[in-house]
């Protein structure tokens, strides 16, 4: 019986390990290719990539999520010849994201028995928010790197969140297993 | 020494965030100086490699525009041939010779380009191998695209006319006042002159084009019209409101320009500096 219900957990830990790989290899793929080029308005690009981050199983352990955040922004950096400010901006949110899901989800979150997929789209979506802004701040004051257009950085980082708050909570919902 | 174990153990996962963002502030500054070699750019074979392949489906939705602009441009050759051959007692002496040999042109597709963000590149599909290097310029037939800032073995990354860093020596067609070719990060379509004499006859509509005072490009490639100007706070120089001839958002094929004196030209610059 122990024996069994250990293999169920190497079975799970596996699909859930080849979960994250698909989610980070497209998600990467989706942004370098796609997204980045919408260039809205010519500079409202959407960055839901920061899915990754925000729908990461939560009981794994921190310090290879806070590795993999790095490794998630700076292959976009790859992408955008940017230096370092997609990683920078990822590690942040990887490392503030614990009181973010204490703040949006409460009592669930302490309870540790969390899983996206059974959570209500309103928190979902104030939990992405959070986590866009936090997101899209370091990002745009890093790339902007001038603190005299603030108002410039505070304008890219209000309109790139809507898009992707809005692209978020829409693959969440789509790629998300159906609800019994 | 146990302690210190003890606190870095507890520590940890601050410590690996502190040490992470701290390797990524670290890039984000070395993006953020002009030319520095740089270790995460899309010039590598990976990206690299990406995007020739998505390249190589979606450059079939513009050919019709790529084609449009390939028959203007063997227009406006044509036009110089035969106009050459009218005068060529006039112009034997000028340059168009002598360009064959001071500057060698290599063709170059666009794989991914850029103009939302502060400091702008381009990857294009000809690197080392082919002969490119740091430094060189980038143009298409309408006019000036950027210059070249990394390369690997069959890409490299050319630095956009749309960047912050970038400081293009440029002048007035009309006339021979310098400046200095900027950007203020705000629209694609606009670019600044700045540090042009107040004594300069500036009209609206004027055309600029490049100064040839850099190892960079040759003398008189486009670069825009005259959009607006006005003085400078000081009151000695304008600053110049360009309009780009090239849309910059839409660029799929370039030519890179090898300054094949470049070299013995900064060293005499270099030795006179002293």
Redesign the interface.
């Known amino acids: 019986m122990q024996r069994k219900s250990n293999h169920y957990k190497v079975k799970a830990m596996n699909s859930v390990t080849i979960n994250s790989l698909l989610r980070f290899v497209s998600l990467v793929?989706l942004q370098?290719?796609v997204l980045?080029?919408v260039?809205f308005l010519?500079?409202?690009?959407p960055y839901p990539y920061i899915l990754f981050v925000a729908l990461f199983p939560i009981n794994n352990n921190?310090?290879l999520f806070?590795?993999l955040a790095?490794l998630l922004?700076?292959s976009v950096?790859?992408?955008?010849?940017?230096?370092?400010?997609h990683?920078?901006a990822c590690?942040?949110i990887?490392?503030i994201r614990p009181p973010i899901l204490k703040f949006s989800f409460g009592t669930i979150y302490d309870n540790q028995t969390i899983k996206f997929s059974q959570i209500d789209v309103g928190s979902r979506m104030v939990y992405f928010s959070i986590l866009t802004l936090f997101h899209h701040l370091i990002l745009f004051s890093?790339?902007?790197?001038?603190i005299s257009?603030i108002i410039?950085i505070l304008k890219k980082t209000l309109f790139s969140s809507i898009f992707t708050i809005i692209l978020c909570t829409l693959f969440s919902i789509l790629f998300s297993p159906k609800r019994k | 020494m146990q302690q210190i174990i003890n606190f870095v153990l507890r520590n940890k996962t601050f410590l690996l965030f502190l040490l992470l963002f701290g390797l990524s502030l670290f890039f984000t500054i070395q993006s953020h100086s002009y030319h520095k070699s740089k270790f995460v750019n899309s010039a590598n074979f990976f990206t690299g490699g990406i995007y020739k392949t998505t390249n190589s489906f979606s450059q079939y939705f513009n050919l019709k525009e790529q084609n449009d602009a390939l028959i203007e441009e063997n227009k406006k050759l044509r036009t110089i041939i035969f106009n050459l051959e009218l005068d060529t007692l006039r112009v034997s002496s000028i340059d168009s010779t002598l360009l064959g040999d001071h500057y060698r042109f290599t063709d170059a597709d666009v794989l991914k380009n850029s103009y939302s963000l502060s400091n702008n590149y381009l990857t294009i599909n000809k690197g080392k191998k082919d002969n490119i290097k740091q430094d060189f310029g980038v143009i298409t037939s309408k006019g000036i695209v950027g210059i070249v800032d990394n390369t690997s073995n069959n890409y490299a990354t050319v630095l956009s006319v749309l960047s912050k860093k970038n400081r293009i020596n440029a002048q007035l067609k009309k006339t021979s006042h310098i400046g200095s070719l900027v950007w203020d990060g705000k629209t694609e379509e606009l670019v600044q002159l700045v540090d042009i004499s107040k004594f300069a006859p500036v009209a609206v509509g004027d055309t600029i084009m490049t100064g040839g005072q850099s190892a960079i490009f040759p003398k008189g490639i486009l670069i825009g019209k005259v959009e607006s100007f006005s003085l400078d706070i000081g009151g000695d120089t304008y600053t110049i409101n360009v309009r780009l001839f090239n849309d910059m958002t839409n660029i799929g094929h370039v030519y890179i320009i090898e300054n094949m004196n470049a070299k013995e030209i900064k060293s005499l610059q270099s030795q006179s500096d002293e």
């Open positions: 793929l370098g290719l980045n080029h260039n010519s500079y409202i690009n921190r310090t806070i590795f790095f922004g700076l950096d790859f992408f955008t010849d940017s230096g370092g400010i990683a920078a590690v942040t990887a490392y890093l790339e902007v790197f001038n257009d410039l």
